[in-house]
């Protein structure tokens, strides 16, 4: 049999409507084929098909198998032709399930991909929900840039609400920050404040009343009584200054004297002041000097609860 062709073997099967229904045309054909070359090659194949045509729509379903060999190199092949593909559970399941369709060179899988392995692609999308305990990849851009992880950790985000803790070594800010509390060393390290007594202004007299106990005797005995009493009180210059340090962003500073009318500030050197708050522009060490009036009793109380976003200083007299 050497160099000796096998002729095909091949039957078909075909059922055609009356000629009445001469638009309609329906088919079954079923094809068996052996070739054996003078060269050694070996190929042999078994064609399933079946086909409708009806008012000029085309349906086709078929399944081809296939083995070839030329005595260096072997193949075999399963090629499935159908627009749904669907399963099964026994003789008895009259319910067919659709496993996966094609249409227009795409696949679609209907109900849950369960794989044990990888699934290697270059691009993996999701109308819906994609979800996984881990995600590991080279980068991560959600609504086109407005939230960007790069393969360096570098996270680029159009804004954020944290509800937790935000831990960073260093960071700017562009805009505004605004906090209920800022806690830090670096605050205050920008901050030194010092209390000088100046000259005297004047001496002033103090008017006061005073209750004494006065004897009258017999059956009155002690009576109380009022009695006015002047005294002289030395009035001086006294300045509180603020030493604000210098820092590579620009912060606002509030020294809050609203509640007293006789405190005068001024900044060395001048600065921008809005709505009573004062710009410290960044690089610049600016001098605050508040200027009161006051007798020897006056104490000095400034403080700072977040320089660099909002600032309260206050002067307070007592004794």
Request: glycine share 10%.
């Amino acid at each position: 049999m050497r160099n000796q062709s096998i002729s095909p073997i091949r039957y078909d099967t075909k059922f055609t409507p009356q000629s009445s229904l001469k638009k309609l045309d329906a088919s079954i054909t079923e094809s068996k084929q052996v070739v054996a070359s003078l060269d050694g090659k070996l190929k042999a194949t078994h064609t399933l098909k079946t086909q409708t045509v009806s008012g000029g729509h085309k349906a086709i379903a078929g399944i081809a198998f296939g083995a070839e060999s030329d005595g260096r190199t072997a193949e075999s092949s399963v090629i499935v032709m159908a627009d749904k593909f669907g399963v099964v559970a026994n003789t008895n399941d009259s319910h067919v399930k659709p496993v996966f369709s094609v249409v227009n060179g795409q696949v679609g899988i209907h109900g849950d991909l369960i794989v044990q392995n990888s699934i290697l692609g270059k691009h993996l999308k999701a109308n819906q929900t994609l979800s996984s305990p881990i995600i590991n990849g080279g980068s991560l851009n959600i609504g086109n840039g407005k939230f960007v992880v790069d393969n360096k950790g570098n996270l680029t985000a159009k804004s954020g609400i944290f509800s937790g803790s935000l831990n960073g070594a260093t960071g700017t800010f562009a805009g505004t920050v605004q906090a209920t509390n800022i806690i830090g060393a670096n605050l205050a390290d920008f901050l030194s404040v010092s209390l000088r007594k100046g000259r005297k202004l004047r001496t002033e007299g103090k008017t006061y009343q005073v209750q004494k106990d006065i004897w009258i005797g017999g059956s009155v005995g002690t009576i109380k009584k009022w009695e006015t009493q002047t005294s002289n009180i030395d009035i001086f210059e006294w300045t509180a200054t603020v030493r604000i340090g210098s820092s590579p962003i620009d912060r606002f500073f509030n020294p809050d004297i609203s509640y007293r009318t006789d405190v005068g500030v001024s900044y060395i050197p001048a600065v921008q002041i809005h709505n009573g708050t004062a710009k410290i522009p960044k690089n610049t060490t600016v001098i605050v000097q508040y200027r009161v009036e006051g007798h020897n009793g006056i104490s000095s109380m400034i403080g700072c609860s977040s320089i660099g976003v909002s600032s309260n200083s206050y002067l307070s007299q007592t004794g």
